[in-house]
């Protein structure tokens, strides 16, 4: 079973990805692999060939920081990082799933924007309220603007509720998340194969 694992930033992807982790599943973070993408030499040759050597760090690795304000802001540039990163990023996730007699999780912040949920046996979407979303957000180091400008930019948490096959609410405790991701382990196994 491959699940795709979505939801808004700051919802808690990765903490129901650690507990499913803990339930026997492998977990693929598609935000690391976009970390190791974005630092292939032809992708930087694409990035500085764009932008110019200021989005390089002072290793002359791409500065993330930077590149995420200027496509936060710019949905042109967004979608020219996107086409450069994604197949790269689909290509290491596929040679990392091999093993057909495990269970992955794929964690992909932008599953539905993506329109890839068809690729998985079964879609989950991690949510919380507006508010606990801003409070995580702000212990990241992020200004409101900074987090808004992040916000607007994914698909509002309610359009991905209605796509996914299962729904995750993360506003509680880690014990009240722990009993959520154990009820939906629990769907899976009775799950038929296949969608």
């Known amino acids: ?8 930033i700051g919802c808690g992807k990765s903490a129901v990805a650690t507990l499913l982790k803990e339930q026997g599943f492998v977990v693929i973070d598609s935000d690391q692999l976009s970390h190791q993408a974005l630092n292939e030499p032809d992708v930087v040759a694409q990035l500085v060939k764009r932008w ?22 710019d949905a042109k540039e967004r979608q020219f ?25 794929v964690e992909i912040p932008l599953l539905f924007e993506l329109g890839m949920q068809n690729q998985f046996d079964a879609t989950v979407c ?21 987090a808004q400008l ?10 991905k509720l209605k796509m996914a096959d299962y729904v995750i609410f993360n506003d509680g405790s880690h014990d009240f998340l722990r009993s959520e991701v154990s ?7 009775v ?4 969608r």
């Not at 990082?81 to 999780?105: F, G, N």
């Not at 009820?183 to 196994?189: D, F, I, Q």
């Open 1 to 8: 079973m491959v699940l795709g694992l979505t939801g808004g």
């Open 52 to 73: 110019g050597r200021d989005c390089l760090g002072v290793q002359g690795l791409p500065d993330r920081k930077w590149i995420g304000k200027k496509v936060f802001a």
């Open 81 to 105: 990082l996107e086409s450069v990163l994604h197949p790269r990023i689909a290509s290491m996730r596929q040679e990392m799933i091999q093993d057909k007699s495990r269970s992955y999780v």
């Open 126 to 146: 991690v949510m919380c309220s507006d508010e606990v979303r801003l409070g995580r957000l702000k212990s990241r180091g992020l200004s409101r603007e900074e």
């Open 150 to 159: 992040i916000i607007n930019s994914q698909m509002p948490l309610h359009e």
């Open 183 to 189: 009820r939906l382990t629990e769907c899976l196994r």
């Open 191 to 194: 799950r038929p194969s296949g």
